[in-house]
Structure formats: C-alpha cells, structure tokens
C-alpha cells in the first residue's frame, strides 16, 4: 500500500511589506527557498499543512503573496490560524481560492486530518486556546472517522517545550484537549507549530510532534526568547511525515539554506 506523504510548513511571520524583515532575518527568502525545496522532493508529497503564523500581523497582501507561492506547487494546501494571523482575514483570502486552503478535514488512504483554530481567547501575549465549538468540531469529527488513524493539527503546542518563555504561551486549555483525544483510540499523532523548534514526544500512545519554522528559529530549553545560534537548526526548516496504511508514522525534518 502507498502511504500519505504530508509536507508540514509552518510560522512564515510575513510581513506586510515583503521588504522589512523579521528579526533580522529575510523570510520572504526563507519561504521560497523552502518552497523550492519542496518542488524538488522526492517521492513528491501528496499535500502541504501551513500550521500558522502565516503572516506577522500583516494585510491581506501577506496571504495574498502566499497564496501564490502555494500555487507553484503541484499538490493541494490547506492552512489554520497561529497567535499572529488574523483568522478572518484569512479565511477569506483562503476562500478567494475555492476554500480549498481553509479546509478543515481531509480524508485520504485510510487517514483524516483534522485541522484545528487554536487561536480563541488570545492572552496578548502569544497564547491561545481551543474554542468550545473548536472542542465540540474535533469531537465530531473523531466520532464521524473513528475507523480512520487520525492525525490532529494546530498550532499552539498542546504539551511543554522545556523553555519556560514558550510554556507559558502553549495551549491554554491542553487538558481540556487532552480529555476529548482520551475518548478515543483513533488518534496516532498531533502535529503544531508554534515553537519554533523540533520536538517529538509521546503523551500515552499519541505522539506529539513540532517542527521548525521557516523564518527563525528558537533555541530550546531556554528561561527567556534566544534565537537558535547553531548554524544548521538555525536554517529554515520544514517537515515530512509518511502516514502508513496500519497507521504507523516515519517523520523527518528538512533544513534548507536560508
């Protein structure tokens, strides 16, 4: 059986003037080069997730920018919101594409995809959580593919980093996200953004991955926000996941010049 190969990029921080840069860095670069990456994979992926931080505050001309680099590639993307995306904004310029980029689920080779909007009661400081509709959405759809191995996408990281700044700003209601995930055996993986780094972890039976960003990078285990000074997780960076038939998951990350 071929399996469900999954391209996860995430926290561009566009800006809306595709010349400022963010935090010293020129991630409008960032994202094309890793774009380009992507078109050169091989076996090529069967669908890219934007998990977040899609834009730095910024316009429609963010999305728009965005939504045009996405079209160079020859397989479907959907997008969810991050703490710095306006989620209206880009529900409608996901919209100006068919939809298809606001997507919330996607069903294919024995796997559902569940796409979630972390971004309720934001604490202005970068945290976010699920709303009660977001939890009674992701209950329905566990219910509705529960013969299906399930992976569950967001943006806010719904477990500890080990950098006191970042866990203060994950997910606020986890437990709350972990209780309606407990009622169900389906779920093989939890995908986020968020953090700006790899991490990968097991809570009971569930994995829960994290992948870098493709503007900067954060240095773990850190009290306070360091950017990562190492000069290859430095790089931008997406991730890969193989989603196999049984319901098994090979994963790696890709770091491209930046």
Not at 37 to 57: E, F, R, W, Y
Not at 59 to 80: D, F, T
Not at 234 to 251: K, N, S, V
Request: charged fraction near 15%; proline fraction near 5%; include cysteine.
């Amino acid at each position: 059986m071929i399996p469900l190969v999954v391209a996860q990029i995430t926290d561009f921080h566009l800006q809306n003037n595709p010349d400022q840069d963010y935090r010293g860095f020129n991630v409008e670069q960032h994202l094309d080069r890793v774009v380009d990456d992507l078109l050169l994979q091989t076996p090529a992926v069967d669908m890219i997730i934007c998990s977040g931080d899609l834009v730095h505050h910024g316009g429609p001309e963010g999305y728009q920018r965005l939504s045009r680099r996405l079209a160079r590639l020859p397989v479907p993307s959907y997008w969810i919101p991050g703490n710095h995306d306006d989620a209206q904004l880009m529900l409608k310029s996901g919209d100006q594409q068919g939809g298809q980029l606001n997507q919330r689920s996607v069903v294919a080779q024995g796997w559902a995809i569940i796409l979630l909007d972390s971004t309720a009661s934001p604490d202005g400081q970068g945290g976010g959580s699920l709303s009660s509709t977001e939890l009674a959405f992701l209950e329905q759809q566990l219910q509705q593919y529960s013969t299906h191995h399930c992976l569950v996408v967001l943006h806010h990281n719904p477990l500890p980093v080990g950098s006191n700044w970042q866990d203060q700003i994950m997910l606020a209601n986890a437990d709350q996200f972990w209780a309606v995930l407990g009622q169900h055996h389906s779920v093989r993986a939890v995908i986020n953004g968020h953090v700006h780094q790899a991490s990968d972890q097991l809570r009971g039976e569930v994995r829960v991955i994290m992948t870098p960003a493709t503007s900067v990078q954060f240095k773990a285990g850190c009290q306070q926000m360091v950017l990562e000074d190492d000069p290859v997780l430095r790089q931008p960076a997406y991730r890969l996941l193989t989603l196999h038939r049984d319901g098994q998951i090979e994963t790696s990350i890709k770091r491209v010049e930046g």
